[in-house]
């Protein structure tokens, strides 16, 4: 068998150097037992027999004991080497006794802000102010959220204030949205009992009767699209036939849509030239459809201009008493520029507030003249407030530097002082040096210095410092600019301690 092998080895080395192989003859080999499974097969490879034996390993030299490492002298303590620390110094009280910050001026009702947690975590709803809990009611319905504003007019009917009537007829408005039609009957009912001569009796009525139609039907699954199509249907039938489309937006405006239906019913009449379509919205700004509606048509009214608009606008502002009603009037004569008629409520209407507003829309039409001569015949302080802040923000500084020198109340002064350092107006600065130098009261002088703070100037505070003779106002300059991230006041500190 050993023979068998080597033959066959040769034979294949010869192969591989290029020998015929017709000149070498190769035995058949003869087949090879198998082994049993239990056998073990041990072949010899006569390659590795015949390479020589592995010569020994070199002995390893013994290493050297390592050296023994010298006691090194211990460390001395340092710690007594270190100082300790420096007491902490006491805490700084700083004085802000000569602070005076006046904010009687700053009306701001909160009393409508009631956190909600039913509503989710960060929901702000209605609790105190009946006008902000109706709001959120409108706001609801415009959001197709039903449940919630029934619960919103359930608060202010319950509150029982000026707009409990059109919160009845919205709550019932709200439960013929979600099939609760005996329950909003009900409410109409209640309705006519309790404010049988409301102005929202008409819509009440027309919503009766629609929902008295719909009983025993189903609501059909595209109702929150109805004013969607009755909008688009409306729009076309007033640019291809305006006279046509008048009776059906009547019959919008009388009956129970929903208010975005109506409000864009008012506003396609307003953008129309016909003198039809300019009557019914007349006909609305004069009481022709419930409060809110009138109010909208007012707006409309202002947006739509001319003089029949205008006398239209008067005569509402005459023979009503609803101040919503008369502010959505001067916010219209402001929309159209009517500076006249805003000057002549100025001077006449009996509401103070009222007058303020109308103020307000002067200040914003840049009407300072007229202003300043309104605070000269005015006596109430909410007015008179109202009339500097208007000078104040149209930029009048030589009057509102005139009323400073001048007006004897305390509070209004210092109002009129701080105007002047607001906003860093061209000549503000100079009218408040010119005050600080006429006037020897401590009180105007440091309403001056907080001016002049507030403006951050601190070249005006140290010429201020350097001049005062009076040790108290001194202090009152420097305590200021030491609070100041200036150079120049740094330097007047560095010049106070040489």
Request: hydrophobic share 40%; net charge neutral.
């Amino acid at each position: 068998m050993m023979t068998t092998i080597r033959t066959v080895t040769i034979a294949t080395f010869a192969l591989a150097l290029g020998a015929p192989l017709s000149a070498q003859v190769l035995p058949i080999p003869s087949p090879v037992p198998q082994p049993s499974p239990r056998e073990e097969r041990v072949v010899p490879v006569p390659f590795f027999q015949d390479l020589p034996p592995m010569p020994p390993m070199p002995v390893m030299p013994v290493m050297p004991p390592m050296p023994v490492m010298p006691n090194w002298p211990s460390l001395p303590d340092v710690a007594w080497a270190i100082p300790p620390l420096p007491p902490l110094p006491p805490f700084v009280n700083l004085d802000l006794s000569h602070i005076d910050l006046d904010l009687s001026h700053i009306n701001v009702d909160l009393s409508h802000i009631n956190l909600d947690l039913a509503q989710g975590p960060f929901h702000i709803g209605g609790g105190g102010s009946a006008d902000a809990t109706y709001e959120q009611g409108r706001a609801a319905i415009e959001q197709n959220r039903y449940d919630r504003a029934v619960d919103l007019f359930d608060r202010v009917i319950s509150m029982n204030g000026s707009q409990a009537d059109a919160a009845m007829y919205w709550k019932a408005y709200s439960q013929a949205r979600i099939a609760r039609r005996a329950d909003a009957l009900a409410t109409l009912a209640e309705m006519q009992k309790q404010h049988g001569k409301s102005r929202w009796i008409g819509d009440a009525r027309a919503l009766e009767v629609e929902i008295r139609q719909a009983s025993g039907q189903t609501v059909a699954a595209d109702a929150l699209y109805n004013d969607d199509l009755k909008l688009l249907a409306l729009r076309g039938l007033m640019h291809s036939d305006a006279d046509a489309a008048l009776p059906t937006i009547d019959k919008i405006l009388a009956g129970p849509s929903s208010p975005r239906v109506k409000d864009q019913a008012l506003f396609v009449l307003s953008q129309s030239k016909s003198p039809k379509a300019r009557a019914t919205v007349l006909g609305v700004a004069r009481g022709g459809g419930n409060p809110e509606l009138q109010v909208k048509a007012i707006r409309y009214l202002g947006m739509m201009g001319g003089t029949e608009s205008r006398e239209a606008l008067d005569d509402v502002y005459r023979g009503t008493t609803d101040e919503a009603v008369k502010r959505a009037i001067l916010r219209s004569y402001a929309t159209v520029g009517a500076r006249d008629r805003l000057l002549a409520l100025a001077k006449s209407e009996p509401s103070p507030s009222l007058r303020s507003e109308a103020i307000q829309h002067l200040g914003a039409m840049g009407a300072a003249a007229e202003i300043d001569e309104l605070y000269r015949s005015e006596s109430t302080p909410e007015v008179k407030r109202r009339i500097l802040q208007s000078l104040g923000a149209s930029g009048s500084v030589q009057r509102v530097a005139a009323i400073a020198k001048s007006e004897t109340d305390p509070e209004l002064r210092r109002l009129a002082i701080r105007s002047l350092g607001s906003g860093n107006r061209q000549g503000g600065t100079e009218a408040l040096l010119a005050i600080y130098a006429s006037d020897q009261s401590l009180e105007v002088r440091k309403a001056v210095v907080d001016a002049l703070s507030g403006q951050r100037n601190a070249k005006a505070l140290v010429d201020l410092a350097r001049a005062e003779k009076n040790l108290e106002m001194k202090k009152e300059i420097v305590t200021r600019l030491s609070r100041m991230p200036s150079q120049e006041a740094r330097d007047y500190m560095l010049e106070l301690l040489k």
